[in-house]
């Protein structure tokens, strides 16, 4: 801008009499000061505690630098000319967001609460709404604010006949969905895990629950999992729930694939010419899944602090142990809170834990039928066995979490792959 370099702006806005304030000549040329102040503004709400801790608040910091960039912008020279076009942009996008969401609607079915602060929501399906695992959507509920979207990961599989996401209360927004829910549709005692759907018949509600939109769904890494003959999945904490929609694909993969086992079997006691016409659409219909279907094996790691944690997903891990029998889907679960199994505060815990699992065939820590184990997994072993059991196989690793241990995991991946005839090809998710 002419007239004086930009460090000299804010000074020179700050000395500025009220009397030549409005004047169109002072507005032009420190025009550079109220664009300065509102990117530092807005820079310093993105980080730390604004972004995470008050969502809205970045929000909202955002959309007032478009009105001052838009007051801006005729009295800057030509300014308009650059910005314009971003901008149309972003308006059509916001069009579209609000036409798409409409166009879906969806009825609340279930509410649970969980431990650890988590809320899960099981909604309809809408009509044509097609995802893949691993990809999520955004919520919006009008009643907290008509304007914040966010995004939750997709823990349904696509074939089943609902939407499902679990939501940790972590925000303002998530804190303010929850209250609703507690206030208005939970009695005041709530036991560890409770329903609304189950509530609602033993306790009549006047008023219904509150309306959600829904838009997407939203591409992830985790997406393009079927692109691996193993995978090793990696979650922590809350980072888990893209897994879970992919572990329920592939149980329903399972079941469809003993389905048509059965299938074959009935096929063989009825007459020679019905059985050859049915083995031959059996062995049809197989053949397409296992070409659209290149994964062999899968590997879960859940690493968590907290034991409650593992009652987001008890009902998963039950079914996956209970229906997969030939040892597609192995789960491993982590508790970092606890000493490693071989240190010696720990070995009292670890001989109960191993003969109640042995007689009963649940885990005391979890309360599943997936054993927990103690402190941080050793990552160099684990890819190393994987490297072992499935040679000249391409792996698909997927993590989503914290930022820390992605370096790790990457670092491991490009080192197992040039010392081993097993691929290992990494993608991450930061939550």
Avoid at 48 to 59: D, N, T
Avoid at 303 to 330: H, L, N, Q, Y
């Amino acid at each position: 801008y002419p007239g004086a370099p930009i460090v000299y702006y804010p000074v020179s806005f700050g000395a500025l009499p009220c009397a030549n304030f409005y004047s169109k000549r002072c507005h032009v040329e420190n025009s550079g000061a109220l664009i300065l102040h509102d990117f530092c503004t807005t820079f310093n709400h993105c980080n730390g505690w604004p972004l995470f801790g008050a969502f809205s608040v970045c929000v909202d910091d955002h959309r007032g630098s478009l009105l001052t960039w838009c007051d801006l912008s005729p009295r800057v020279f030509q300014t308009w000319m650059y910005i314009s076009v971003p901008l149309v942009l972003y308006v059509g996008e916001r069009m579209l967001r609000a036409l798409r969401s409409n166009a879906h609607p969806v009825q609340i079915l279930k509410v649970l609460l969980l431990p650890g602060s988590v809320l899960t929501i099981k909604m309809s399906k809408p009509y044509g709404f097609r995802y893949r695992s691993g990809q999520y959507i955004f919520l919006q509920c009008p009643i907290i604010s008509p304007f914040e979207w966010h995004p939750f990961s997709i823990t349904s599989a696509p074939g089943d006949d609902y939407l499902t996401v679990h939501i940790r209360t972590n925000g303002d927004w998530t804190q303010e969905l929850k209250r609703i829910f507690v206030e208005n549709y939970f009695p005041p005692h709530l036991n560890r895990r409770t329903s609304f759907s189950e509530l609602g018949a033993a306790e009549p509600r006047t008023s219904p629950p509150p309306k959600l939109l829904v838009d997407g769904p939203y591409g992830a890494p985790a997406q393009d999992f079927r692109n691996y003959d193993v995978l090793l999945l990696v979650g922590l904490g809350i980072g888990a729930t893209p897994f879970i929609s992919i572990l329920k694909d592939l149980l329903n993969n399972i079941k469809l694939a003993d389905e048509l086992m059965d299938l074959a079997m009935e096929t063989t006691q009825t007459s020679r010419s019905d059985d050859s016409a049915n083995s031959f659409s059996v062995s049809t219909a197989s053949s397409n899944r296992k070409r659209s279907y290149r994964t062999s094996r899968a590997h879960f790691y859940w690493v968590t602090r907290e034991p409650m944690s593992f009652e987001w997903f008890k009902g998963v891990m039950d079914e996956v142990a209970e229906m997969d029998k030939k040892g597609v889907i192995e789960l491993h679960n982590y508790l970092t809170s606890v000493y490693e199994e071989r240190d010696a505060r720990t070995t009292l815990l670890s001989m109960v834990q191993a003969l109640n699992h042995a007689k009963h065939g649940v885990d005391i820590v979890s309360g599943t039928r997936v054993r927990t184990h103690f402190a941080r997994p050793n990552w160099k072993e684990v890819f190393t066995k994987i490297a072992a059991k499935q040679p000249n196989s391409t792996v698909g690793v997927f993590y989503c979490g914290a930022p820390t241990l992605a370096i790790e995991l990457k670092n491991l991946s490009h080192e197992m792959s040039h010392k081993t005839s097993t691929r290992f090809h990494f993608h991450k998710e930061y939550f």
